[in-house]
């Protein structure tokens, strides 16, 4: 018998390495360019641009919406970095950038603690409020002429979890602290606008002077993101373009735009052609990946059984045309007359063109498949319909309850 030594051995030896730097596929990972969110680091500079005249008395603040996925917080941190290198190097002017995640820090003290840690502001062992360490802190950067730039991320979860004197107190902190220049200003990071319009005026007017919306990703966008990410992170020519495709497509506006996913997705995509020992990633790693990933796998699968029966033979008439091309995907016409026939089969009269079409937008909408419009290479424009997700073998038994139906409804 072989050790389990020997075996690990041997898959160690034996890997297929096709990903030269996996933290670039990481959640946490900020790269040096984020494609489609320039727009949103240019106006971010217009709004902390006064911190950069010698001058500068006010505190600023600017709320960050959007879903989760949309790029928020790489923006925000790409902005803070960039922003501090370029206050000094080409203004002279000394300003700080801190990230502080709400959800591990749901507390004024916390965060207050937080902030002082960034800033290596030494706090006295003896117990403090959190108010008195804002005001050290305020007092730190007075005396060092420097100008703080505090993102709060995840922002909700200190509203819901703080009373209404510490929110006062953190989004008002000059009427608090006597100031001339007010040195610390806020980036608030929520995922809806809600949690900030349901706070009392005095405090949401204070909050939401500015507003900077991050709409979805489009599934042209995520490709672009994917792309970026691909040539940082993998091999040259290791992901088959049909893989950024599929993802983007998956994951594109109409799916919620979450690049996260999508690049996790990548990321798992990767994993499991290595440990095939494939050196290129292919779109069957991608729909692997994205059937262990998705986060709606489970209710997209549940979904078949609330299915119309015609709706069934059109993904069984799916899952046929692909198995005998060898294809990923398959053009419409093509699909139709597969649908056609397997309808007949069934002794059920096939649905016209436009019911057909209404039915696959339908699936798209679903999850369960994509579709796109032909490119190069093909003559004339038609449509391409692939599967999102391996489908599991429920699907004949749902056709058959639903002839069974069918069948006891006539007789």
Do not use: W
């Amino acid at each position: 018998m072989v050790s389990a030594k020997d075996i690990l051995s041997d898959s160690l030896r034996s890997s297929v390495l096709i990903i030269k730097h996996k933290d670039k596929l990481s959640p946490d990972y900020v790269p040096e360019n984020l494609p489609h969110r320039e727009e949103k680091i240019k106006e971010l500079g217009f709004v902390f641009r006064d911190l950069l005249a010698g001058d500068a008395k006010d505190s600023e603040r600017v709320v960050i919406v959007g879903r989760t996925g949309t790029g928020k917080t790489a923006t925000v941190r790409l902005f803070g970095k960039n922003f501090e290198d370029i206050a000094e190097r080409e203004y002279g002017v000394k300003v700080k950038y801190v990230h502080v995640n709400c959800y591990r820090h749901r507390t004024l003290y916390l965060i207050s603690q937080e902030i002082a840690n960034a800033l290596k502001l030494p706090i006295p062992s003896r117990g403090l409020s959190a108010q008195e360490v804002f005001k050290m802190i305020h007092e730190y950067l007075d005396r060092r002429n420097i100008h703080l730039i505090v993102a709060l991320d995840e922002f909700g979860h200190f509203l819901n979890t703080a009373n209404t004197e510490e929110i006062y107190f953190l989004v008002r902190l000059y009427d608090e602290i006597s100031a001339i220049i007010k040195r610390i200003s806020y980036i608030f990071i929520v995922n809806e606008s809600h949690s900030i319009y349901k706070l009392d005026r005095s405090i949401r007017d204070h909050i939401a002077r500015r507003l900077i919306e991050f709409p979805p990703y489009k599934s042209m966008e995520l490709y672009d993101i994917l792309k970026y990410r691909v040539d940082e992170a993998f091999n040259d020519n290791a992901v088959d373009d049909e893989v950024l495709q599929f993802i983007s497509n998956t994951y594109g506006y109409d799916k919620g735009g979450n690049a996260r996913i999508a690049i996790e997705t990548l990321s798992l995509a990767g994993e499991i052609a290595e440990k095939e020992g494939s050196p290129v990633v292919l779109l069957d790693h991608a729909k692997k990946a994205n059937s262990t990933i998705n986060p709606e796998i489970q209710e997209i699968v549940d979904s078949l059984s609330y299915l119309d029966l015609h709706q069934l033979i059109l993904l069984k008439a799916l899952i046929r045309v692909l198995n005998k091309s060898k294809a990923d995907e398959v053009t419409m016409g093509t699909l139709e007359e597969e649908y056609i026939s397997l309808a007949r089969e069934f002794n059920e009269e096939p649905r016209r063109h436009t019911q057909v079409y209404e039915y696959l937008r339908k699936l798209k909408v679903i999850g369960i498949i994509n579709t796109r419009q032909s490119g190069k290479g093909m003559r004339g424009r038609t449509t391409l319909v692939s599967l999102s997700l391996p489908l599991d073998k429920r699907l004949d038994d749902y056709i058959m309850q639903q002839i069974v139906v069918r069948l006891k409804s006539k007789a």
